[in-house]
Structure formats: structure tokens, C-alpha cells
């Protein structure tokens, strides 16, 4: 997975280890795969590695299974090696050692399943590893309501779906939601409360570590609670150092009021280099309204003024208009903090993250009175993969200098 693809999710509070332990074998999937197991014993299977048709049709009838979810438990069953399949056919694997890893196969059986059909709705098994996330990300659960409105929204804008089938989607999904929602309460992964559903430990547990397999920044509590303690400029100091991650900031802000908190980063950021501007930007991205006064303080700050007024005018509050000279200032800005942070050429694959926009920013720069314009357009100039944007860099880099001289 490329880097920006990564995605950053709030810090989880994992439950212990021994109680997650005692938890695996409660879920009525694996419930089932062991009864399952021990009912198959040794036992001729198809070609395939299969119950046969008589064999799966007692197996439904003596166990009381539901038919659907047989194939999902045989799976379960064999991948965890509660089955063993050899050439004379089935017969008992031996005792899982570790359930904590055999619960993180059973999720993945469980996810590799939607490519075949797993929740009988073709829509919700194309965004089900989003929808997980999506309540990963909500400590306390996702509405049902919001469930769906967020798979109506994903399936329009991600699949380009098609008004009619959208219509359709519209007077279905809400059976098939259902549906999925029982479904995954019997993998042990939800626990519905009235219309809200939210993730079991294990869920919580088994959800972050397939986040971090995909290489996502997907924290526990414990990795990051003393980072919490930290003043604005440790806390930046540590980020930009890659010692803590953008999540920690959710937490340090969750701490701390938010006009306080706003004030301590205001004075870093106003202080600081491009760096640490940046970063103390992207915390106060995080906070809501309650900070405006502190923000709005910001304005008289010269190296913050464009920033407070940007945060201000996004959330609908009086503030400066920004000329175009400004984001010119602020383009600069944060190209700068390439400067600040890593080695060069851990920072020059970042340097094209504005876009077609530099072709007509960078003439701009070159008026703005930022402090590191010309050492931005210097870096433009050596580095930037666009040949027409690297030459007008270093044109502009050169009027410039003629101003210093």
C-alpha cells in the first residue's frame, strides 16, 4: 500500500489479553466450528475438501446450523485446523495453542469470503472492510441509520453507481443491512444494542489488526497515552520526528480545553518553522467552533493570520478574505516544511502534493514576502518531476536573488 493511501485512525482502548482469550470460544461461529468439528471426526470428503451433499445436509439437520453458514464454518474449521484434510480425507487437527491468532484467522476467513458472496447483499460485501472501519472509528458504535446512509453514499460516489440501481439500493438495503448486522453479530465481531452497533473486544482487536496490516496508523490507548502528557511543542517535536503519530493528536486534544489548546499550538506554530506550523495546523484542524476565540486571536499573528482566517472561513465563522497573493504565501509555506523535516530525499516525494495548482502558484511565490520562497523554489527548481513547473521555479528563483542582490 502506497503511503497515501494510509489512513489514520483514533487510538482504541484493546481489552486485555486473557479476557479476549476467554471470548473466542464464546462466538457462535467458532461455537460452531467446533461442534462441527468434532461431529465430522474422520470422514471421507469431495474432491474439492468438501462435506458431501448427504454429509452437510445431517451435519445442518443434526447440529441445528443454518444451511447459508455452513460453508462459511467448514472454512473456519479447516482453515483453523480444528479440521484436517489429507488424501484419505477429513479428520481432527490438532489443539489450538494460541486462540489469539486463531481468532485473527477466523476474521480473515470471514473478510475473504465477501469476494464469493458472505452477507447475501452484494453492495454491503463490496464496502463491508469500510463499514468495520467506519464503526472502528466511533468508539461507541455507528447508528444503523448512519450505517446505511454512509453505504448509499460510498457505493454512489466509489462504484459510480447508477440512479436506478440506487433506487433499487434504496428499498433494499435496509432488509440486507439487517441482515449483514445478524451476521456478523454470529462471527462475534458486533454486538447490536437497539439501533446502534458497535464493535466487541474482539471485534476492536481483530479489526486493528487487519488496519495494520494494511498499513494504516491504527494505535492502542496504551501505545499512546504518555503522549497525551506532552506540552504543544513535545507533542510536535515527537511527530515530526516519527515518534508519534497524527492519531496521538486526538487524544492530546480529547485532554485538554479546547480553547487552551488551541492557544498553546497557536503559539508554536506562530513561532515556529514551516515544520512545525504544519503540524500544528493539522491538530487544530481537529477541533470544532469552541476554539474560535482563541483562533480569532491568531489573526493578529503574522506567520498564523492566513491559517486562522482559513480554519475560520471553513466552519462558517467571520473572517479575512484570502487574496490570491495569500495562498501563494501559504503554498510556500507548506512546501517549506519539506525543508524541516527528513533527509531531502525523504522529502522530495512529497513535493509535487500541490498538483497542477503549482503552475500558476509559482510565479506568485516569488512575490510573496514568506522567508523561505526562494529556498522552496530552489528545491522546485532541482526536484520537482514536472519539467514546466521546474523551469518556472528556477526562473522565478532567479528574479528573485536579482531582488536580493
Known amino acids: 500500500m502506497a ?52 454429509d452437510a445436509a445431517a451435519a445442518v439437520r443434526e447440529l441445528g446450523l443454518e444451511a447459508r453458514r455452513l460453508r462459511l464454518i467448514w472454512i473456519v474449521a479447516v482453515n483453523g485446523r480444528l479440521i484436517e484434510i489429507t488424501k484419505a480425507g477429513a479428520r481432527p487437527g490438532p489443539p489450538v495453542h494460541n486462540l489469539l491468532e486463531f481468532w485473527d484467522g477466523v476474521v480473515m476467513d470471514v473478510l475473504d469470503r465477501t469476494e464469493e458472496g458472505l452477507t447475501g447483499s452484494s453492495v454491503i ?35 459510480e453507481a447508477r440512479p436506478a440501481e440506487l433506487r433499487r439500493l434504496r428499498m433494499t438495503l435496509a432488509g440486507e443491512l439487517a441482515d449483514a448486522v445478524g451476521l456478523l453479530e454470529y462471527c462475534g465481531l458486533i454486538e447490536p444494542v437497539a439501533e446502534v452497533v458497535p464493535l466487541t473486544p474482539l471485534g476492536v482487536w481483530a479489526v486493528r489488526r487487519d488496519l495494520l496490516r494494511e498499513g494504516h496508523d491504527a494505535p492502542s490507548l496504551h501505545e499512546v497515552a504518555g503522549f497525551a502528557e506532552l506540552g504543544a511543542a513535545e507533542l510536535i517535536e515527537a511527530m515530526l520526528e516519527g515518534k508519534a503519530s497524527s ?16 492557544r498553546e499550538l497557536i503559539k508554536i506554530a506562530a513561532s515556529g518553522n514551516a515544520a512545525q ?36 472561513g471553513v466552519r462558517d465563522l467571520e473572517a479575512p478574505a484570502l487574496s ?28 509535487d502534493m500541490l498538483g497542477e495548482d503549482l503552475r500558476t502558484l509559482v510565479p506568485e511565490m516569488g512575490r510573496t514576502e514568506h522567508p523561505d520562497a526562494l529556498a522552496v523554489l530552489e528545491m522546485l527548481g532541482r526536484h520537482h518531476p514536472d519539467v514546466v513547473i521546474a523551469k518556472s521555479a528556477r526562473k522565478t528563483a532567479m528574479k528573485v536573488r536579482s531582488k536580493i542582490a
Open 125 to 159: 460485501d463490496e464496502h463491508l472492510t469500510e463499514i468495520l472501519a467506519t464503526i472502528y472509528s466511533v468508539r461507541t458504535g455507528m447508528p444503523v441509520a448512519a450505517l446505511a446512509s454512509g453505504i448509499l453514499q460510498a457505493h454512489e460516489v466509489g462504484c
Open 277 to 312: 506550523r504544519g503540524t500544528a495546523g493539522t491538530i487544530l484542524e481537529e477541533l470544532g467552533p469552541e476554539a474560535e476565540p482563541a483562533v480569532r486571536e491568531a489573526l493578529s499573528e503574522p506567520m498564523m493570520w492566513r491559517y486562522a482566517a482559513a480554519w475560520l
Open 324 to 351: 490570491e497573493s495569500d495562498g501563494a504565501w501559504v503554498a510556500v509555506d507548506t512546501l517549506a516544511a519539506l525543508l524541516y523535516i527528513g533527509s531531502g530525499s525523504e522529502s522530495v516525494g512529497q513535493i
Open 3 to 54: 503511503d497515501s493511501d494510509a489512513l489514520t485512525f483514533p487510538p482504541v482502548d484493546l481489552a486485555f489479553d486473557e479476557e479476549l482469550v476467554r471470548a473466542v470460544p464464546l462466538v457462535p461461529l467458532v461455537r460452531d466450528a467446533v461442534r462441527l468439528a468434532r461431529w465430522t471426526g474422520v470422514r471421507e470428503v469431495t474432491e474439492g475438501g468438501l462435506l458431501t451433499e448427504e
Open 247 to 262: 492519531s496521538v493528536a486526538t487524544l492530546w486534544l480529547e485532554r485538554r480545553n479546547p480553547e487552551d489548546a488551541a
